[in-house]
């Protein structure tokens, strides 16, 4: 009778055993489930900063083109551009009086955090056969989560405006 005794006990361990690591292996899974959903959930927060980003920067751009005239004007155009509450400079790729190509570039510094931490954004404003029936504008901008190029986990989003 000593034996069957010592058998129950050890069938009981065995399922005990059996049950304690299926609950940690079913624990395991739903963890690496929430693993998986916070990183995805992070990485749809970072692509939407890349993306608005490039959206108040083309806003900008578009502003400063249709409002103040100021891409491949006959005035010439000036050195700075004002967004986001700053001026940023601009650089002028060609001086051709009928084809342009401007870029400047915006940082979008908030919450305490430095410029390369923050959202940025590179602007180019492309303007064709400038003051013919034919004339053309594009605005290109790229957005990104954050202007360190460095860091592993930066996101481009571009928009581009033609008319």
Do not use: W
């Amino acid at each position: 009778m000593v034996i069957m005794k010592n058998t129950k006990q050890a069938f009981v361990i065995l399922i005990a055993v059996l049950v304690s690591t299926l609950v940690i292996s079913i624990g395991a899974f739903i963890a690496s489930i929430a693993v998986k959903e916070l990183q995805l959930s992070a990485s749809g927060r970072e692509s939407q900063n890349a993306f608005y980003a490039a959206d108040s920067a083309l806003e900008c751009a578009l502003y400063h083109d249709l409002r103040i005239e100021q891409f491949g004007s006959s005035t010439g155009t000036p050195s700075l551009v004002y967004c986001n509450g700053e001026n940023f400079p601009i650089s002028i790729s060609s001086g051709d009086p009928v084809n342009s190509d401007t870029r400047f570039e915006i940082s979008f510094t908030h919450n305490g955090l430095t410029a390369d931490q923050s959202p940025y954004a590179r602007v180019r404003v492309l303007k064709s056969d400038i003051g013919t029936i034919d004339d053309k504008t594009i605005i290109e901008a790229q957005g990104y989560n954050v202007k360190d190029n460095t860091r592993p986990n930066r996101v481009e989003r571009a928009l581009q405006v033609v008319y």
